[in-house]
């Protein structure tokens, strides 16, 4: 959590704390009641990352908890399980030719999936985004564009015209897909696993550095 997200904040990392999971300390319960009393001693302050899983499981108060309930360990059922094992190469994609495209294929690359549009006030990110892939490619570094028409129809074309527009106004060479929605810009490392998810105007030094780390893993 450290290094995914309150390296971007102002907080202060010396402040945070999280309860190692690693230890049979942990998983049997010894170290919250130290949990909680560090959250007593820094004056009340206490804040929640939360993760839904199948079985309906949260980061705090279980289904049917007393909201007064502490800190604890829960089961998870089997297909939260499988489901938080996955990464993107349990996925296929169409191609501009509906063609099926396992993400296997990239595998051990770091990949950025982005959704595209010619008719966007942010079309000119296209040019960064190529930018990125001139400079990485040679490091291990994918783009995949998927032209996004969901948002006020800003990719209205036919998917081969789309990639042709792409090419000659922005210059794009790096892979472009099918049509899909989706939204945002995901980071995937090495190992299939998404990283990072930047918004629509997200900072391009902060998704630069981002990709700079990934590859020297």
Known sequence: MNFHLFRYTDIDLKKTRFPSHYSEDFRIGLTFPEFEKSIVNGNGI?????????????GFNEPGSDIN??????????????????????FSVEDQYKN???????????????NTATKCGLTPQ???????????????????????????KQAPEEIEEFIQVC?????????QFNKINVNGKFL???????????????????????IEEALQK
Do not use: W
């Open 188 to 210: 995937i490392n090495k190992s299939g696993e998404v990283i990072n998810r930047f918004a629509p105007r997200a900072d391009f030094s902060l998704i630069e550095r981002a």
């Open 126 to 152: 296209l040019k960064d985004l190529e930018k990125f892939y001139q400079k990485y490619q040679s490091q291990g570094f994918e783009i995949l564009g998927f032209p996004c028409n969901q948002f006020f």
């Open 167 to 175: 090419q000659l106004n922005f210059g794009v060479s790096f892979k």
């Open 100 to 114: 099926q495209v396992s993400l296997k294929d990239y595998q051990g690359k770091v990949l950025l999936i982005v």
């Open 69 to 90: 309930s502490g800190t604890r360990c829960v089961s998870l059922s089997q297909s939260t399980i499988d489901k938080s094992n996955m990464n993107v190469y349990n």
């Open 46 to 58: 206490d804040v929640q990352f939360l993760g839904v899983g199948e079985n309906g499981h949260i």
